[in-house]
């Protein structure tokens, strides 16, 4: 079985990605790559790889749903009090990573988080489906629970509670997360595992540098 899966490989011939090809702001390079990805229909073209660090040093990750972006950062909703939600909050620095098999590539972004506004929060929010905004009150995210009929009856409870979906208001402990990148990594793959990697960087002054990695 090791032999097998040590034989699984993929030889990269899609696309390739250089200095001419690449913009000078990340920002605009991500906004290029995405319009790509969103045309050919990737599934679930916004799973992003979250990787944090708790108070402890740990390392965890999981995949969450990038919910927007601007050149202020990339934006993703939790309860603030579940794993990663107090793990931002003991150490404010996270990862998150785009993987697009269909097209060959990745992106890495490393930055420093923070809580978006309440009423951004509250926005995003009351558009989500009525199912979803009573599953954020029924659930106490990343806490042991004696099974999933402790789910069920919650999601009744709260049915009964608020008839009119549109009472349903926001928790105060769910909410959404802003990542302010410090670095963006564009990886295209290439034949032999000559990759390209096209990694942006900010200097002291703000402007925002591109070099080339080694694969």
Do not use: C
Not at 46 to 53: F, G, W
Not at 110 to 126: L, P, T
Not at 142 to 156: A, D, M, T
């Amino acid at each position: 079985m090791q032999n097998s899966i040590a034989d699984i490989r993929r030889d990269y011939m899609l696309k390739s990605f250089d200095e001419s090809h690449a913009a000078n702001n990340p920002f605009d390079q991500f906004k290029d790559w995405w319009e790509e990805a969103t045309s050919v229909e990737i599934d679930e073209v916004n799973a992003m790889t979250l990787a944090t660090v708790d108070a402890n040093g740990k390392p965890a990750a999981r995949i969450v749903l990038l919910k927007g972006y601007t050149h202020d950062g990339f934006v993703f909703f939790t309860n603030y009090e579940s794993a990663k939600g107090q793990e931002l909050t003991a150490n404010p620095n996270a990862a998150i990573l785009f993987f697009w098999k269909e097209l060959e590539r990745q992106i890495r972004i490393e930055g420093r988080v923070e809580k978006i506004s309440e009423a951004d929060s509250d926005a995003y929010f009351h558009s989500r489906p009525a199912g979803s905004r009573i599953g954020a009150w029924v659930s106490p995210q990343s806490k042991v629970i004696p099974g999933r009929s402790f789910l069920e009856e919650n999601y009744q409870k709260l049915l009964l509670q608020y008839p009119d979906e549109n009472q349903v208001p926001r928790p105060p402990h769910w909410g959404g997360f802003i990542v302010k990148p410090e670095s963006f990594e564009f990886w295209q793959g290439r034949s032999s595992r000559l990759h390209d990697r096209l990694r942006f960087t900010q200097n002291d002054s703000g402007e925002w540098v591109r070099d080339r990695l080694a694969p």
